[in-house]
């Protein structure tokens, strides 16, 4: 018996990292999965390796930053599967010129010194792209799912990825923790509106996690020991980690919890912030 048997889930940003992760670990559990992705090639090979293992998987392309591309996304999967009853909300990106491709070119290609990106002198295109893509694009995921979910006797469960960047402030990444901190706000506005629909909706706070989004930091020896040391738990954390989460919160299992943020963390909060 799964524990997600005869629930449908879609996942944002399930092409890769911990939205694959997401992907993977509810199929396990029994869910149908819609894997939706800018990058429908990869979102593709996500829900050909679900099927491979059993289960069953579909892909779309979205850009969640597009109201219209979420409502179709939501569309897609009641006429794939029937009816949502779960999402993970986890497309996102870590600076406005970051783009998710494999681990090792993401390594050698992306940012490593954020020092030109501090808050002064950040354009403000790129502050609204990650503004647009990680808060307002998380907005139009929940409230196109939401619609689906309004009429079910079962409600539904809505789960945000944020970060610890909610709650902490990192140098070069104002844009970023502002939208997490937002997603976090957003969960709470949204569970308290969409409670009387049995709607739950909560929040996770991975710590440092081992994706391609990190890649270019997790290639360091330095930054890794660095970021080791001040996680109490000494590792970081691997997409199943935030998954397993998620699956706590998208299930039954987690019925009298909304409004909630779970950090995955390592205890690097409760370290950081006391
Ligand atoms: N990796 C970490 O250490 C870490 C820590 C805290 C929070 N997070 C958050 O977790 C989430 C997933 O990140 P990840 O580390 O798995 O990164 P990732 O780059 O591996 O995966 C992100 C996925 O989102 C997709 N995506 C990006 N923009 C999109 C858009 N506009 N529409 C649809 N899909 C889009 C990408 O194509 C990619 O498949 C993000 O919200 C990120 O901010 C990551």
Same mark, same amino acid.
């Given at each position: 018996m799964g524990r997600m048997d005869g629930k449908v889930a879609v996942i944002t940003g399930?092409? /890769?990292g911990i939205g694959r992760g997401c992907a993977l670990r509810f199929a396990e559990e029994g869910a149908s999965v819609m894997v939706a992705d800018l990058n429908l090639d990869r979102a593709n090979e996500v829900a050909d390796e679900v099927v491979g293992a059993g289960g069953a998987a579909q892909a779309v392309q979205v850009d969640t930053a597009s109201e219209e591309a979420c409502e179709a996304m939501a569309a897609a999967t009641v006429d794939a599967f029937?009816?949502?009853d779960a999402c993970v909300a986890a497309a996102g990106i870590s600076h406005a010129g970051y783009v998710s491709r494999d681990a090792e070119t993401q390594a050698t290609e992306?940012?490593?010194?954020?020092?030109?990106?501090?808050a002064l002198d950040k354009s403000v295109d790129s502050w609204q792209r990650v503004i647009d893509v990680n808060l307002t694009g998380v907005m139009l995921t929940d409230r196109a799912v939401a619609r689906h979910m309004l009429? /079910?006797?079962s409600g539904g469960a809505i789960v945000n990825i944020a970060s610890v960047a909610a709650v902490t402030a990192l140098k070069g990444s104002a844009d970023y923790c502002v939208s997490k901190a937002g997603v976090w706000m957003l969960t709470k506005c949204l569970a308290i509106e969409l409670a009387r629909n049995k709607i739950r909706v909560n929040a996770v706070g991975p710590g440092y996690i081992r994706t391609s989004m990190s890649a270019a930091v997790t290639v360091h020896d330095g930054w890794v020991k660095a970021r080791e040391k001040e996680t109490p738990l000494r590792r970081l954390g691997e997409p199943v980690d935030i998954a397993n989460a998620c699956l706590y919160l998208a299930s039954?299992?987690?019925?009298?919890?909304?409004?909630e943020i779970l950090f995955p963390d390592g205890g690097l909060n409760a370290h950081v912030r006391g």
């Open positions: 399930g092409a /890769s029937g009816k949502i992306d940012r490593f010194d954020k020092d030109d990106m501090l009429g /079910s006797e039954d299992e987690s019925s009298f919890v909304t409004g």
